[in-house]
């Protein structure tokens, strides 16, 4: 609420130019479970939400649990917020490797042995600047190839890199194949699926984090929205990652936060000891927006 009021420089006397009136800022929600303190492990692998409680986050686990490999465990011995942190780790799952992977929204279900379908996003309405997390990573080189995007080439020297993007949107399940709560379907058999947030036309803002081993620690180096930093990652590491708008009017329906800990588990190919540790997510409100 705010109203006008003026000094009369004479007297010093206020006098009211106008009655209160209103205003109304945006809402500012957060991530749920955001130190996954919540957690059911009651199952053959582990469900980032506590039993009979709503799921937010989910992870491949649905597909590889069911041959013997969790790709998403809850780490109860290494954690920077609170008690636990999620640890994804890659595994070749007895026919195909899988990439460690947790995301905003619910596997759909796998296609034989040949991969799965995700549905990512979650309702939303805000607009925040940034997101900040605690992360660490640990890899080695590609020892799984199967394949890679169109224009580039990856060799068994070439070491394993981790990712987190975050985007806001308008996705509408009715184009990109998902659920109303998450509209944004993947399948990992099929490349025209897969979205480049980058260009896509219904992301609102979108942000990229990138973690690319080394031989020795220090030499690891992240790639924050385009800006390198070169330093040991094997060990926690807080990161503010700018959302970089590219429309300021329109209001998100959706988030989608996706982890990894094999940058192209989506074309089967990485490193099957990669771990990625996140915890402590925390959208930001607080500071300035960048734009495209």
């Not at 596997?107 to 996003?121: E, L, R, S, W």
């Not at 930093?229 to 009017?249: F, S």
């Amino acid at each position: 609420s705010y109203r006008l009021v003026v000094n009369k420089s004479a007297n010093g006397e206020e006098e009211i130019i106008d009655g209160v009136s209103e205003i109304t800022t945006d809402a500012a929600p957060n991530v749920p479970n955001a130190s996954f303190e919540e957690y059911d492990t009651s199952g053959k692998y582990p469900l980032f939400y506590a039993a009979g409680g709503s799921k937010w986050w989910d992870s491949g686990n649905a597909g590889s649990g069911d041959y013997g490999f969790v790709i998403c465990d809850v780490d109860t011995d290494d954690a920077k917020v609170g008690s636990t942190s999620a640890r994804l780790q890659s595994a070749y799952a007895v026919v195909k490797f899988a990439a460690g992977n947790l995301f905003t929204g619910e596997f759909a279900g796998v296609i034989g042995t040949k991969g799965g379908k995700v549905n990512f996003g979650r309702p939303f309405k805000g607009r925040p600047s940034k997101i900040r997390f605690w992360v660490k990573y640990t890899s080695g080189t590609m020892n799984r190839i199967d394949g890679s995007p169109a224009g580039v080439t990856l060799s068994k020297s070439d070491y394993d890199i981790a990712q987190v993007k975050v985007a806001l949107g308008t996705w509408n399940n009715s184009k990109y194949g998902g659920s109303s709560d998450s509209p944004v379907q993947v399948n990992t058999t099929d490349v025209n699926t897969f979205v480049d947030y980058n260009t896509d036309a219904s992301t609102i803002a979108y942000g990229d984090f990138q973690i690319t081993g080394a031989a020795n620690a220090v030499d690891y180096t992240a790639n924050i929205n385009g800006v390198t930093k070169t330093e040991d990652w094997t060990q926690w590491h807080q990161v503010e990652l700018d959302l970089v708008y590219r429309d300021l009017n329109t209001i998100p329906t959706h988030i989608i936060i996706s982890c990894a800990a094999s940058k192209y588990g989506d074309y089967f190919t990485g490193c099957d000891t990669s771990k990625l540790w996140i915890d402590g997510v925390e959208l930001v409100y607080d500071s300035e927006i960048v734009t495209k």
